[in-house]
T-cell receptor
Framework: TQLLEQSPQFLSIQEGENLTVYCNSS?????LQWYRQEPGEGPVLLVT?????EVKKLKRLTFQFGDARKDSSLHITAAQPGDTGLYHC?????????FGAGTRLTVKP | NAGVTQTPKFQVLKTGQSMTLQCAQD?????MSWYRQDPGMGLRLIHY???????DQGEVPNGYNVSRSTTEDFPLRLLSAAPSQTSVYFC????????????????FGPGTRLTVL
């Protein structure tokens, strides 16, 4: 059983559509991170959220940390083919980092 | 800076063989960790270290050993490889979490793809 339930696992959409990826847990985290991974490479950090209710924006990407710090979401507006990749959420408590199963996003031109 | 480097990039082993996956970082990070990535399961923490001479187990430590003799290097040893250890292995490093407990940016290496026959 994953500590962090990430959904959906696969997502295939057309360019210009919006999408949301969810990351849920019954555990409280001191912070939560979102990473993006390209084929053949390691994950690269997109954002860290720390405060319950926090919202961070990175161009067309919006990240939200739940009020109770147990869940998070990643929303992409007007997706582009360059957004294609594997997205991970990771919950952190001190030195223990737990990842969700990942969401493989494909954006078709 | 080279960042986090891993060698080898690919490796094929027979069941029962041993090998060491190398990881090095040149960012003077205290925290280093090893993950394995399997389809549908995400990244799972194997072992981590918060500084030279200090290591601890993660989520899936069985079958793996680590040591941290220097700040820069954090090798992962498979003493007797098993087919269940076929996976992609990633090493990562970062500064230690802040006083609030929030994580710093983890920098990942390019990965080692291991196949155990």
């Amino acid at each position: 059983t994953q500590l962090l339930e990430q959904s959906p696992q696969f997502l295939s959409i057309q360019e210009g559509e919006n999408l949301t990826v969810y990351c849920n847990s019954s555990s409280v985290f001191s912070s939560l991170q979102w990473y993006r991974q390209e084929p053949g490479e390691g994950p690269v950090l997109l954002v860290t959220v720390v405060t319950g209710g926090e919202v961070k924006k990175l161009k067309r990407l919006t990240f939200q940390f739940g009020d109770a710090r147990k869940d998070s979401s990643l929303h992409i507006t007007a997706a582009q083919p360059g957004d294609t990749g594997l997205y991970h959420c990771a919950g952190v408590n001190n030195n223990d980092m737990r990842f969700g199963a990942g969401t493989r996003l494909t954006v078709k031109p | 800076n080279a960042g986090v480097t891993q060698t080898p990039k690919f490796q094929v082993l027979k069941t029962g063989q041993s090998m060491t996956l190398q990881c090095a970082q040149d960012m003077n990070h205290e925290y280093m960790s090893w993950y394995r990535q399997d389809p549908g399961m995400g990244l799972r923490l194997i072992h981590y270290s918060v500084g030279a001479g200090i290591t601890d187990q993660g989520e899936v430590p069985n079958g793996y050993n680590v040591s941290r003799s220097t700040t820069e290097d954090f090798p992962l040893r498979l003493l007797s490889a098993a087919p269940s250890q076929t996976s992609v292995y990633f090493c990562a490093s970062s500064y230690l979490p802040g006083t609030s407990g929030s994580a710093d940016t983890q920098y990942f290496g390019p990965g080692t793809r291991l196949t155990v026959l």
